[in-house]
């Protein structure tokens, strides 16, 4: 095969890993976008509750002080606008920013991070937006456990560490090395080997939140057996003998 060739079928093959995003990363997008589609319901129900209260303001108005007139009904009008114009970007929608990740709460940081590592797949090399693919499901997994967790504990201070700072910070460091040596095979094999470590720790984070469920229900299991079952142990342990 001719290098000219050779080439152009790389250049081809790391076009489609840009442009054809894989399963993991599509679910992701969709995800982003039902969260971005609450904040605009939000937002449609601030903006009518704002028409209303302006509507029925200039209704008690008129009932009990003064006629509106047509005057009146202008500028209830006009009023009613102006609020809805006001409320049409509030709430705004929150955009994941890095400096900010470290102080977002725990049942929110999956998310977030999640977002803004999506938004970071285009400056990374393609071989590593599997491991991007890999994380982003595991961020998605680890979203219900989170919320349970208490901040204070242990596993709250590593997700946190890992979350909020380490991952976010790898990401940033090989986004800052020069474009002419970003597409290496030394940084991307940096870069993937962190994101392989990401990974590790996720699903070791995964795993100790689980142990921690299960000992939750094993306690919870034993205390109702306790409670309504008291003899039960012995007469099994009479049974067996």
């Given at each position: 095969m001719l290098p000219e060739t050779r080439d152009a079928l790389a250049r081809y093959d790391e076009w489609l890993a840009r442009t054809l995003k894989s399963p993991e990363a599509l679910a992701a997008g969709a995800r982003r976008v039902e969260r971005q589609a609450r904040h605009v319901g939000r937002r449609l129900r601030n903006m009518l509750l704002a028409a209303a209260s302006v509507v029925i303001g200039a209704l008690l108005f008129g009932a009990f002080i003064t006629p509106l007139g047509f005057g009146g009904i202008v500028a209830t009008v006009l009023l009613?606008?102006?609020a809805m114009l006001l409320f049409s970007s509030w709430p705004p929608i929150p955009e994941p920013k890095l400096e900010a990740l470290p102080q977002v709460p725990l049942k929110a940081l999956p998310a977030q991070v999640e977002d803004w590592l999506e938004g970071q797949r285009r400056l990374l090399p393609p071989p590593a937006t599997r491991d991007v693919d890999r994380i982003l499901v595991q961020l998605h997994q680890l979203t219900p456990a989170m919320a349970r967790l208490e901040p204070g504990s242990p596993l709250a201070e590593d997700a946190r560490r890992l979350l909020g700072d380490h991952l976010p910070r790898l990401v940033k460091t090989y986004a800052e090395v020069p474009p002419t040596h970003r597409a290496t095979?030394?940084?991307?094999?940096?870069?993937?080997?962190g994101l392989k470590v990401v990974g590790t720790e996720?699903?070791?984070l995964s795993a100790a939140l689980a142990r921690d469920s299960l000992t939750a229900l094993e306690v919870e299991g034993?205390?109702?057996?306790?409670?309504?079952?008291?003899?039960?142990?012995?007469?099994?342990?009479?049974?067996?003998?």
């Open positions: 009613a606008m102006c095979p030394e940084a991307t094999g940096h870069l993937r080997e996720l699903d070791r034993r205390f109702l057996e306790s409670r309504w079952q008291p003899g039960k142990g012995s007469v099994d342990r009479g049974e067996k003998a």
